[in-house]
């Protein structure tokens, strides 16, 4: 869970393009839709592929370059190097998203008082809201183990989600928002969750009590 979800949290990522939109209305939409719907369908298509080339023993074994083992009794040598190039690009296209939204939402926020005022503004060359988050990241990806840091931002994330969609169904008349379909996702999420938290607490207690820290930290 805590690694598939960062796979599809790019169409949250797509709302702080609103504003650089010609029709948001018509168009945000439809790039959530397509963007979710398609990342689905390549990762079950890459499921089977690898699952086709490799044992499960074999998947567990190379971990996270099982992808390119897997595509190197088709394509040999060459297919391991076109798979870990792929696995290069996608890594930061995703930091790129990452990057811009950053710098969007921390300056929004400071504007809107939510944040501290030395989030907006510049410095370095870029928003200074991004220069923080970027040296905040830069702690936590040399203190904690990256599966550790995908299932505590999994769960923030999730926890993020159902904030906004009670916030959603407050405002669906405003909106014009269907409240069964956020009131459907937010029990999917809540579900997800549950079971998502149950199971850390049972394998990885550690990662747990730190997903509670950050957590009470951030309120």
């Known amino acids: 869970v805590a690694l598939t979800f960062f796979a599809y949290i790019g169409f949250s ?5 609103a504003a650089d939109l010609r029709d948001p209305r018509r168009e945000l939409p439809r790039a959530m839709y397509l963007g979710v ?9 890459i499921s089977l592929g690898t699952f086709g080339a490799l044992t499960t023993e074999e998947v567990q074994q190379y971990g996270d370059t099982a992808l390119a083992h897997a595509a190197e009794p088709a394509l040999g040598e060459a297919g391991f190097t076109m798979m870990s190039i792929a696995a290069l690009l996608a890594t930061s296209s995703s930091v790129n998203a990452n990057l ?5 939402i921390t300056a929004l926020l400071a504007n809107e008082r939510m ?15 991004l220069v923080i988050s970027a ?7 040399n203190v904690f183990d990256l ?4 299932q505590i931002g999994s769960v923030v994330a999730m926890v993020i989600f159902l904030m906004i969609g009670v916030a959603a169904v407050r405002l669906r008349h405003e909106t014009g928002s269907k409240a069964a379909v956020i009131v459907t996702a937010m029990a999917m999420t809540t579900l997800v969750l549950v079971l998502f938290m149950a199971d850390t607490l049972e394998n990885d ?4 009590v730190w997903t509670i820290v950050i957590a009470l930290l951030a309120v």
Not at 135 to 141: D, E, K, N, Q
């Open 13 to 17: 990522v797509i709302s702080f393009t």
């Open 37 to 45: 719907g398609l990342t689905a369908a390549i990762y079950v298509l």
């Open 100 to 104: 811009f939204a950053a710098g969007n």
């Open 115 to 129: 944040f501290p005022p030395f989030f907006g503004g510049r410095a370095l060359g870029g928003p200074k809201g």
């Open 135 to 141: 040296a905040g990241v830069l702690v936590l990806a």
């Open 147 to 150: 599966t550790a840091i995908a």
């Open 205 to 208: 207690p550690a990662t747990f």
